[in-house]
């Protein structure tokens, strides 16, 4: 078994420009900013495990999966853009920054952080393809584990040491970035729509 170093940094690249570990930022602290610490810190342990379980679940079945459902690419990707513009609207407006219930902490670590914000169409197309790129060679789906597993360790780096910013940026901080991540979301949900408008009209 030969390890495959392109395949894994081509991936690892990949998967870290499509998800955006520093751009998750302002979203993460808007939605979960005013919780208490060990909140904040479970919030981003949830969150990173619930895209890491989805990316691998559709790295393993990705293609039987959609097959079997008869969804394509462009279905996912319309289907992840209504959900982040949902979650867009409520930052935009602040209802996503009100003081929350304890059952949201949970809520908000599997949407939108944990999917479709990090484990989005984007980064499931991408895995999907990679995975037909391995050609059922050993090393090579050692390789495409392996990046996958880097990648979330730096999704985790960045959600987990996120929370220091808190202290400098205060309550007006947070709701200035709730506001800011709201229209970042928004463009992304935009951006996802139309990728998948152009998909349906391609097939």
Known sequence: ???????????????????????????????????????????????????????????????????????????????????????????????ATAEPQAVDDVNVALVPLGTPLLAGPGAIAATIVFVRQAEGETGSYVALACAILAVHLVLWLCLRYSTGLIRVIKDSGITLLAKIAGLLLAAIAVQLIADSVRGFIGS
Request: aromatic fraction near 6%.
């Open 1 to 95: 078994m030969t390890f495959d170093l392109r395949l894994f940094a081509e991936v690892t690249i990949t998967l870290v420009v499509i998800m955006d570990p520093p751009g998750t930022v302002p979203v993460f602290l808007s939605l979960v900013g005013r919780r208490s610490k060990p909140a904040r810190l479970r919030a981003a342990r949830q969150a990173v495990l619930v895209s890491l379980g989805v990316i691998s679940l559709f790295a393993i079945g990705g293609e039987a999966i959609l097959s079997y459902l008869h969804i394509g690419i462009p279905a996912l990707q319309g289907a992840g853009g209504l959900l982040l513009l949902l979650i867009a609207l409520d930052l935009l407006t602040g209802r």
